[in-house]
C-alpha cells in the first residue's frame, strides 16, 4: 500500500525556521495537504495542493514541493505552533493516504 | 460557517457493529462540489481516511477497512452515516467527519467535525 514519510520529530527555538518533509512515491502526480492538530482537537488544515494557504491560516505557513518530497516550512515559530503536523495525499487509485505525523516542539 | 458534528454509541462489544453519523450544518450536504468523509485515529496515533460518499449515494472505501465498512447519507436530513462490522480493540479510535474536497488529482479535508471517541469493549 502507499505511504508518505515524516520523521516522527522536530525541534526548533521561537523566531526560527521549522522544515518538516514528507515524502511518497505519487506526490510529483498528486497534490499533497498538510494538516495542524493540537491535543484534544481536530486537524485543521493549513496547506492545501501543495502551496495554498487558507484563508485564516498565518503567512508563516508555507508549502513547497520538490519531486517525491513536500515540505511545510513554518517561518518565525510561535509558541503556539507547537502541535502534531499530518501530510496527506492520494494514490493512483484515489485512495487517501496520511503521513505518520510529525510532533513539533518549541524549545 | 459549515459545521459538522459526530454522533453515536461511545462503546460498543466486539464482533458488534459500530454506527456513527454525522451532521452537517451552515451548508447543504448535496452540494455538488464536495464528498463527505470519515477518518479515524486510533489514541496516540496516527490518522486513518475510511472511505467518503457524494450526496448521490456514490462511495469509495479505504481498501483496508472496505469489506467491513458502509457509508450512506441522507440528504433530508443533511447527514450522512458510517458503519464497521466486527469491531475488534483494533477499532478503538477517535473517529472525525469532514467534508472531502475531491477533485482530479485534489483530495483534501476540510473543514472537520470535532471527533467522538469510540472504544471497542465487552
Known amino acids: 500500500s502507499y505511504e508518505l514519510t515524516q520523521p516522527p520529530s522536530v525541534s526548533v527555538s521561537p523566531g526560527q525556521t521549522a522544515r518538516i518533509t514528507c515524502s511518497g512515491d505519487a506526490l510529483p502526480k498528486q497534490y499533497a495537504y498538510w494538516y495542524q492538530q493540537k491535543p484534544g482537537q481536530a486537524p485543521v488544515l493549513v496547506i492545501y495542493k501543495d502551496s495554498e494557504r487558507p484563508s485564516g491560516i498565518p503567512e508563516r505557513f508555507s508549502g513547497s514541493s520538490s519531486g517525491t518530497t513536500v515540505t511545510l516550512t513554518i517561518s518565525g515559530v510561535q509558541a503556539e505552533d507547537e502541535a502534531d503536523y499530518y501530510c496527506q495525499s492520494a494514490d493512483s487509485s484515489g485512495t487517501c493516504v496520511f503521513g505518520g505525523g510529525t510532533k513539533l516542539t518549541v524549545l | 460557517q459549515l459545521q459538522l458534528q459526530e454522533s453515536g454509541p461511545g462503546l460498543v462489544k466486539p464482533s458488534e457493529t459500530l454506527s456513527l453519523t454525522c451532521t452537517v450544518s451552515g451548508g447543504s450536504i448535496s452540494s455538488s462540489s464536495y464528498y463527505w468523509g470519515w477518518i479515524r485515529q486510533p489514541p496516540g496515533k496516527g490518522l486513518e481516511w475510511i472511505g467518503s460518499?457524494?450526496?448521490?449515494?456514490?462511495?469509495y472505501y479505504n481498501p483496508s477497512l472496505k469489506s467491513r465498512v458502509t457509508i450512506s447519507v441522507d440528504t433530508s436530513k443533511n447527514q450522512f452515516s458510517l458503519k464497521l462490522s466486527s469491531v475488534t480493540a483494533a477499532d478503538t479510535a477517535v473517529y472525525y467527519c469532514a467534508r472531502h474536497w475531491n477533485g482530479g488529482n485534489a483530495n483534501w479535508f476540510d473543514p472537520w467535525g470535532q471527533g467522538t471517541l469510540v472504544t471497542v469493549s465487552s
Open positions: 460518499i457524494y450526496y448521490s449515494g456514490s462511495t
